[in-house]
């Protein structure tokens, strides 16, 4: 049993606790993007009304912030296939949600699960590519903003859970470029922290943004269809063609 001034004590622990653990930071609040410039969030990335993402021309990632604790991102990644060079992977995802300024000065990043989407490209296994939902708590051990000594832009430092750095970001759009911070695709067993059964007054808000549709969308199906191979038969008749050209030669000159 807590005697009376353990009990203060404890109390203001709590207090300070909450205190420190801040909703959101002023000074992230913009748009993100790495070096590439390619991959940005927002309406050019992921259109939620008609479910579609948009293939950026190089792969990064980009990270949206909000003063008041929301965030969005978009990664475009190409793994690799040491075993098969020439079948690597293409994975496109996109998520958003709250985010926590911690009292240790990390980041707690918590998605709106039933929003976030991933399409990944694997076409030497299948046609089209696999289409999903995708969600990730993400806790930043640390983060830096600063103005970048060589360009003189704004610079974003992330630290991942485990110290390692994540390639760094700039700053491109302030105020951030972003879908609306809210879910944007409830399901009708969603819960907690973004749910909403206000299907319809999220539905006109969306339709009211411009979606920067263009040419390069990609529906839910196809992130890229796999190469078709060389025709076979073409490539033989070509084959004998040229040797029987080569040998007419041959025996008249």
Aim: proline fraction near 7%; charged fraction near 20%; include cysteine.
């Amino acid at each position: 049993m807590l005697t009376q001034p353990s009990s203060w004590l404890a109390a203001g622990l709590i207090i300070t606790s909450l205190t420190w653990a801040q909703q959101g930071d002023p000074q992230l609040a913009g748009t993100w993007t790495t070096k590439s410039r390619k991959v940005v969030t927002g309406p050019g990335f992921y259109d939620p009304v008609n479910e579609k993402m948009f293939e950026p021309k190089l792969t990064g990632f980009s990270y949206s912030f909000t003063a008041d604790g929301h965030y969005e991102e978009s990664y475009y990644r190409a793994i690799s296939n040491p075993g098969e060079p020439n079948c690597p992977k293409g994975l496109i995802q996109w998520q958003h949600g709250t985010y926590t300024k911690n009292a240790n000065g990390s980041l707690s990043l918590t998605p709106f699960g039933v929003d976030g989407r991933q399409l990944m490209s694997d076409p030497c296994n299948f046609g089209n590519a696999i289409y999903t939902r995708y969600h990730q708590f993400e806790l930043f051990k640390e983060y830096a903003v600063s103005q970048d000594k060589y360009s003189g832009a704004q610079r974003l430092d992330l630290y991942a859970f485990d110290g390692s750095p994540l390639n760094p970001m700039y700053l491109a759009y302030k105020p951030p470029q972003m879908l609306p911070t809210m879910t944007l695709n409830p399901t009708a067993d969603a819960t907690g922290s973004g749910a909403t059964k206000s299907t319809g007054k999220v539905k006109r808000g969306l339709d009211d943004l411009d979606l920067g549709i263009h040419p390069d969308a990609l529906n839910r199906e196809v992130l890229r269809k796999a190469r078709e191979g060389p025709d076979a038969d073409r490539w033989w008749w070509v084959g004998v063609g040229l040797t029987a050209a080569g040998a007419f030669g041959y025996y008249c000159f």
